[in-house]
């Protein structure tokens, strides 16, 4: 493969080394099923108990509370769903956002065609939600709040201890979906008052296929699906021990990354410089999100005038990894719902990048983007009606 | 999705980008709010079509399509021009991915109306003003097209 300048973290992260290393032994010495009775399948419990304990450090939980998924959609079906089914008694109401992840809209529109109803609430311009809306929202029969930590387009980070008070307050239970911020924000489930979490190996690191639910003491939820004991009969199917072994490892180095505070530091630096050098080489550019509050690896940047799959492919040709909100890239032909709910209109919505960063970008990666982008965004305005009339 | 290498090379090397200014047709189609605006522009002698032009507003397969359009239509009479099919464009182009078909029906559509505007111009006629699709009915195409 020619040289690859990856800026699309948020879709998923390479897999830490270290973490290879730590899972390579359960593919083949180490293969036992860890609910085997014999010492050799004892031994692979252990192991699988002991990076639950790690993954309850990494979000100051308790073991108990943790359930390992199969990744950031399962989880967070499982809140959706689960606490939908169980909660019946006591009503049929969900409230969520417009700008949640498709894991949590679809879940929640599904319901809707069973017998739920569901409030998607709005945002302001930068992506963050209006706590006096919530409020409002809440009703007797409201059985779970579910808001995302930090969006995966925009990158701006909702006030989720704030959330959670409400939440609490109005005996509601609050779910958040926190598979962005992992590994990119500190993560305290007590602090945050949350009553249940969504996590995903591969987006800090781990591996694919694996990820966690966090499940606070005492609520209620269904199982999603029916099966063995597994998981203390929240979630049937023989653990993904590779799996597990290597999330627990990237639990543990994200943990120490969190703490570093010159490489959280460098991330943002290069994020910085990537999206000043934009703003400065190309006019009419409209940075998305919150200025602030907001993950430090990502850029959410409109190109007015242009569409965004043009500008990915003139990139891809020189080994730049990004990703778009254009319609095109999502097989729809609506550009992305979270760009149209912080107001962006349709053509504005269509050229929108997104560049997203990790630990391991490089001066490099910014500089290959600043040198490509601009003449590309040159040749697709000189063939767009829209530049020409704005111009004329 | 996956773009044949055709579609590949006629985004990265495109032809007949740009305006021409005092065109004799001009066929303006597409709808900003579905990602794909096209206006196609013709200069026309003795009923052939000596130069076209396009601007494009749209995705990969937008742009290739419209530049393979033009292309194609230069030096034709009008009679042949009107014959160009989407279906010839697709078939030129090694294939469109389904949720893309639209993009050729835009540039059919866009020669077909710049020639329109062209006769009506020669008639004496204001100009074809700017068809604006209906976003219903571009949804409904492009539901069949996915089946």
């Known amino acids: ?392 | 999705m996956k773009y044949s290498d055709k579609v590949m090379e006629r985004f990265k090397n495109t032809k007949n980008m740009g305006r021409i200014e005092n065109a004799d047709g001009i066929g303006k189609v597409g709808n900003a709010k579905c990602g794909d605006v096209m206006w196609i522009y013709i200069k026309v002698e003795n009923d052939i079509i000596t130069e076209c032009k396009f601007e494009t507003f749209g995705c990969v397969a937008a742009i290739a399509t419209s530049s393979l359009a033009t292309d194609l239509v230069i030096g034709k009479t009008m009679k042949e021009a009107l014959e160009i099919t989407n279906k010839n464009i697709v078939e030129m182009l090694d294939g469109l991915p389904p949720e893309k078909l639209h993009c050729s029906v835009l540039a059919e559509d866009g020669i077909k109306r710049a020639i329109e505007d062209y006769n009506r111009r020669k008639q004496g006629l204001s100009p074809l003003p700017e068809k604006e699709e209906d976003d219903h009915e571009h949804e409904h195409d492009h539901d069949n097209e996915k089946v």
């Open chain 1, 1 to 392: 493969m020619d040289k690859v300048y990856y800026l699309d973290n948020n879709a998923t992260t390479k897999t830490d080394p270290e973490v290879v290393k730590a899972m390579l032994p359960y593919f083949s010495d180490n293969y036992f099923n860890p609910s085997g009775v014999y010492s050799a399948a004892q031994d692979a419990r252990k192991d699988v108990e002991n990076a639950r304990a790690t993954a309850a450090k990494f979000l100051n939980a308790d073991p108990k509370e943790i359930i390992f998924t199969s990744g950031g959609t399962e989880s967070d079906n499982m809140a959706v769903k689960g606490a939908a089914y169980a909660n019946t008694d006591k009503g049929r109401h969900i409230i969520t956002t417009k700008i949640e992840h498709h894991a949590i809209i679809n879940t929640c529109k599904y319901l809707e065609k069973h017998g739920w109803e569901v409030t998607y609430l709005p945002v302001d311009k930068y992506g963050i939600v209006d706590m006096e809306e919530l409020k409002k929202a809440i009703r007797k029969d409201t059985v779970l709040i579910s808001v995302m930590f930090a969006n995966n387009e925009i990158g701006t980070i909702q006030p989720i201890e704030e959330i959670g008070k409400i939440a609490r307050e109005n005996n509601v239970y609050f779910h958040t979906d926190a598979v962005q911020a992992a590994g990119k924000v500190k993560l305290d489930v007590k602090k945050l008052n949350v009553d249940m979490m969504s996590l995903s190996a591969h987006k800090f690191h781990g591996p694919k296929g694996v990820g966690i639910f966090y499940l606070k003491k005492g609520v209620r939820i269904h199982s999603l699906s029916q099966g063995g004991h597994h998981e203390n009969n929240r979630r049937a199917g023989t653990e993904n021990v590779p799996g597990i072994i290597g999330m627990a490892k990237a639990c543990e180095i994200a943990s120490a990354h969190l703490d570093d505070a010159p490489d959280m530091a460098r991330i943002k630096a290069l994020r910085d410089r990537l999206e000043k050098g934009i703003i400065e080489k190309i006019p009419e550019v409209i940075v998305n999100g919150h200025p602030d509050k907001r993950m430090d690896n990502t850029s959410n940047v409109s190109i007015r005038y242009i569409e965004g799959e043009g500008m990915l492919i003139h990139m891809d040709f020189e080994g730049i990894c990004a990703s778009s909100g254009s319609a095109c890239t999502s097989g729809s032909l609506d550009p992305s719902h979270v760009l149209l709910a912080i107001g962006l209109d349709h053509g504005t919505a269509h050229g929108s990048i997104r560049f997203s960063l990790s630990k391991y970008t490089t001066d490099e990666d910014v500089n290959k983007v600043l040198e490509v982008l601009p003449p590309a965004v040159v040749k697709l305005r000189s063939m767009s009606p829209f530049w020409k009339e704005k111009n004329k």
